[in-house]
């Protein structure tokens, strides 16, 4: 067979299930595999489309704009914090020829995000049969975590796309026995290493699973994984080192082991792992998405799959080792989940291997359909299949709450800060003798937007601030005090902390409020009454 035919054959094979040679009857199996294979790509490519520069930058996102906005790749490298290097340099690329509209900063998050999904279903493709593999697909599809995270001006969804990539890369060395493309698969991670870094964690699980599985192929297993180490050691020493964020590895010590004993940390451990379940598979849902993972888990692990459950749970059991040596967060509080987004491909591909255990099962206990794609005889032949499909709509769409998932991939309210008409309004209203105090998370959206002179600014300097931090002489020069404030939990949490920060007198003028963002006007006791009509309006929302 030529060259060509061999493509040909691959491709088939890869796209569509495989059915008994000659089974012709079943040729609509094959297009409703496809169409449905289309479909669930064609979807989470529009959702991750969609309104991506609808939103305002929230308080994380503004931090890393505010870095990809400098005038020289070294400026943004210095302010970038946290943010992987090659990430942010891709970013502030695109804003020197695009300008620094929203959409364009997180351009690359939707290219990354895309290209994650694109990738996912060659990897499913190889790591289970078709039908599980296209449940895997839906859930990846449609999955809020991963849709939002594509439309985020944040590493994350690079994360998700060298998770893949990696695996996929894996993947391709086996089937190639390790004959050849080890420049490729080198140069590629090597890559991936300055756009993501728990690429570290998923690395060493790779290493194994090659070295394991192509021992003919060991010395250049060990050349590969050797320039790897090299090359995350030079990143280490002149990038990473210097991107330490003190302040964040104070913020994770709730997120790091708790060694006081034995019960301590298990009760730690307990909640981490809680805290990811909800995280991925939301409210109630927690409990089946855990179920129809491990019984995914289960059916790999029978089925000589073994590798999967390496995939899922290596690069996890690394990162916990990162968190006894307090280098990395171990499924944090307050949304520190994120940082695990790295494992969210393979707990989806585990999970959608549980949904088609579970669909064969009570489809074969009706109608004696398989349920890896070949027609079963008889009267299952003819309604075994449709029985599983309802089962995989049923299980896969209803299960995710089809009206929340819609609203959300397309109108995320996850971290939405609409700060930007209140900041408008302070620069178009702002008058002489004014001072304005900006929330400690405020500051980098509120410098990101802002364009007004930058005088007679008082920076918040945590969400816990009593007092206004002047002198006197320069307080009593206040004729009027903006306060500025986003990413907060609830309105009655700014009034506590209102009180806190200027005490007894003030008078609240104005109190104009956003979705996660609020603007407020106080008058000082000494600054007398207020004129009758202050001319005020609220900002036009956008």
């Known amino acids: 067979m030529s060259k060509e035919g061999n493509k040909v054959g691959r491709f088939k094979a890869l796209v569509l299930p495989t059915e008994a040679a000659g089974d012709w009857s079943e040729v609509w199996q094959r297009r409703l ?151 490729l698969f080198t140069g590629l991670l090597a890559v991936g290493l300055g756009f993501s870094y728990p690429l570290v964690f998923i690395l060493p699980v790779a290493a194994v699973v090659l070295w394991w599985q192509l021992p003919a192929a060991r010395p250049a297993v060990v050349w590969s ?54 995280y991925f598979f939301p409210d109630w849902r927690v409990l089946p998405g855990a179920a129809l993972a491990l019984i995914g888990l289960i059916y790999c692990a029978r089925q000589g799959r073994a590798r999967v459950v390496w995939y899922f749970f290596g690069p996890l059991l690394l990162a916990l080792a990162a968190a006894f040596a307090h280098r990395y967060p171990f499924m944090g509080h307050a949304g520190g989940v994120r940082l695990m987004m790295f494992a969210a491909p393979m707990l989806y591909l585990v999970t959608g291997a549980g949904i088609a255990t579970v669909g064969s099962w009570l489809t074969a206990k009706v109608g004696g359909a398989a349920w890896h794609g070949t027609p079963a005889r008889k009267n299952g032949r003819r309604w075994g299949p449709a029985l599983l499909l309802s089962l995989f709509l049923v299980l896969v769409v209803l299960w995710q709450r089809p009206v929340f998932l819609w609203q959300e991939n397309l109108w995320p309210q996850m971290n939405r800060e609409e700060i930007a008409p209140l900041i408008r309004y302070v620069e178009t209203h702002r008058r002489p003798g004014d001072a304005i105090y900006l929330y400690y998370f405020a500051i980098d959206p509120f410098m990101f937007y802002y364009r007004g002179p930058m005088t007679d600014i008082i920076w918040g300097q945590s969400c816990h601030d009593r007092g206004l931090p002047l002198p006197r002489e320069r307080l009593l020069q206040i004729r009027r005090l903006w306060l500025v404030f986003s990413h907060f939990e609830t309105e009655a949490d700014i009034d506590r902390f209102t009180a806190n920060l200027l005490g007894q007198g003030w008078t609240r003028e104005l109190s104009l409020a956003q979705p996660g963002a609020l603007l407020r006007l106080y008058r000082p006791p000494w600054a007398g009454p207020a004129p009758e009509s202050t001319g005020v309006r609220p900002p036009t929302p956008e």
């Open 33 to 183: 595999f496809l169409a449905l294979t289309v479909f669930f790509l064609g979807l989470g490519i529009f959702f991750r489309l969609y309104g991506v520069g609808a939103r305002n930058l929230w308080t994380d996102e503004a931090w890393v704009a505010l870095a990809a906005t400098q005038p020289t790749p070294a400026a943004a490298l210095a302010g970038g914090k946290s943010t992987p290097p090659f990430y942010l340099l891709t970013v502030w690329g695109m804003v020197q020829v695009w300008g620094a509209s929203e959409t364009v900063l997180r351009l690359t998050s939707v290219l990354l995000g895309i290209s994650a999904l694109l990738l996912f279903w060659p990897l499913a493709m190889r790591l289970l049969p078709p039908w599980p593999a296209l449940a895997a697909l839906a859930l990846a599809s449609v999955s809020p975590r991963l849709v939002y995270f594509s439309k985020e001006l944040k590493q994350y969804s690079a994360d998700v796309f060298f998770a893949v990539a990696a695996f996929l890369l894996v993947e391709r060395q086996l089937r190639r026995q390790g004959q050849s493309g080890w420049l």
């Open 225 to 278: 994984f050797l320039g790897l180490a090299v090359v995350f050691l030079a990143y280490y020493l002149f990038l990473f080192r210097g991107q330490v964020d003190r302040e964040l590895l104070i913020y994770w010590q709730a997120d790091f082991p708790d060694l006081s004993g034995l019960g301590p940390f298990f009760t730690w451990l307990g909640a981490a792992w809680w805290r990811f379940g909800r």
